[in-house]
């Protein structure tokens, strides 16, 4: 069996794609730099972590990004001997207008080298590239209408992709304007037995999202709905684990097995929240006789645990709880936010066996900001880390950081107090956005040793969140309350329709004096304690 979420963690809008006996699911990043997560697998059921195309300016630079802007919803397709990326940098999506372009990327290999990108358009966001069986090759994306009064999801755009001119040619045509569920976005189109089916994401992504189905016996349409409009979805289902069903993608394997991968979310213990963000999610499918797509399990609601395709079985080895930075690369379960420079935000050789953060913007800056995380990939985990940090000025700090966005993180930090030195204190942000004010949950904060390493602990248990630090040759000493770590979720704040990323954890170094002041972090480990 497999057991969903099979990318737990922050990992929307999956995008899959077979290559022989090879499997790769791409996500969305958002903010989170380098661009778009890449896992493979030989099983459908065991996947790793593999790459990240968008490494580079030329191919993705968000300074600037509002929170939940960046990368959204990638599309990944094989043709022609090469890997086909498809991509949208949003560079802004709060009220009535978007500012969405749209790119291609191409690679012989899924790890590259990835080409410089072509612009293809602005229209709206959720692009993909269908290549038909004529060799010709189609670009849609959904169009995002402004004006006051009209159907802001204003359709599916269908227009020809050139690969010798490199630019979208012909006519743009608006497929599909989806159903009265309304919000229709996140196309994909295939071509079976004569037909010409659009997939496409409805309902927005929250509690009401949904997977559409619709086909034509012509590319340009019209297309006619599926007898249930929708494949899967748990608007329905208010008690089902997986909520947030929508935005998927459809895979065949070598035995004609078909299944379909979607993003959901996971809210817990009556809380409409969701910490991981929205995950990857899988459901095995058939064909019917009427050629209507279905899930196997019948109806609409995803399965927590689906049949396995016939295969043989394929494990990876586990990623490692502990990371030592003993090597020159930054180990690929962490990101950092927006920069295409990481150079100015840390280096593993300034001092080797050391992550060195060089104190940057304010937490929450929208343009460089020195902070290292990974993924919360379950809701009760612990993650400690040592660091060695010399404050000069209360505008330094250097610390241990559990971040979802701007408005919403709780920062355990060394920092500098004119009467007592070097302290430790905590920076909370309860995500009352537009507010964005901190809160000071210590009434003092606690003296510290004029040098030496503070080991910091953060631990999430299910709803709540505690830190704890212990200097060298101490024990480990709580510090500070318990904090409401659903905070750290997509519908804190304003809803889940205004935040779209997941729950980090990591370190983060901060000196708004200008000076750069860097912090070691020896070592970061973190394990799930479900």
Known sequence: MIFNPILPGFNPDPSICRVGDDYFVAT??????????????RDLKHWRLLTRPLTRPEQLDMRGNEDSCGVWAPCLTYADGLFWLVYTDVKRKDGSFKDAHNYIVTAPDIQGPWSDPVYTNSSGFDPSLFHDDDGRKWHLNMIWDHRVGHNSFAGIALQEYDPEVRKLVGPIRNVFTGTELGLTEGPHLYKREGWYYLLTAEGGTAYDHAVTLARSRRLGGPYELHPDAHVVTSRFAPDNPIQRAGHGDLVETQTGETYLVHLMGRPRLGQNRCQMGRETSIQKCRWGEDGWLRLESGGLEPQ???????LPVHVFPEEPSRHDFDEPDLPDVFQWLRTPYPERLFSLTDRPGHLRLFGRESVGSYFEQALVARRQTEYSYEAETLVDFEPQTPQQTAGLIAYYGRYQFFYLAITFDEVLGRVL???????????????????????????????????????????????????????????????????????????????FVGMHAMDTSGQAKHADFDWFSYRNTK
């Open 28 to 41: 969305s990043t958002f903010e989170w730099f380098p661009g778009v997560q890449i896992h493979h697998s």
């Open 304 to 310: 927590a645990q689906v049949k396995a395709p016939d």
């Open 425 to 503: 204190t905590i920076f909370a942000c309860p995500g009352d956005y537009p507010g964005g004010g901190l809160i000071a949950p210590l009434d003092e904060p606690v003296n510290l040793p004029a040098a030496g390493s503070i080991a910091m602990k953060v631990s999430v248990r299910e709803m709540a969140l505690c830190f704890e630090f212990k200097a060298e040759g101490q024990d480990w000493q709580r510090i500070g309350p318990a904090f409401d770590a659903t905070i750290l979720a997509d519908e804190s704040g304003r809803g889940a329709h205004s935040n779209f990323t997941g729950a």
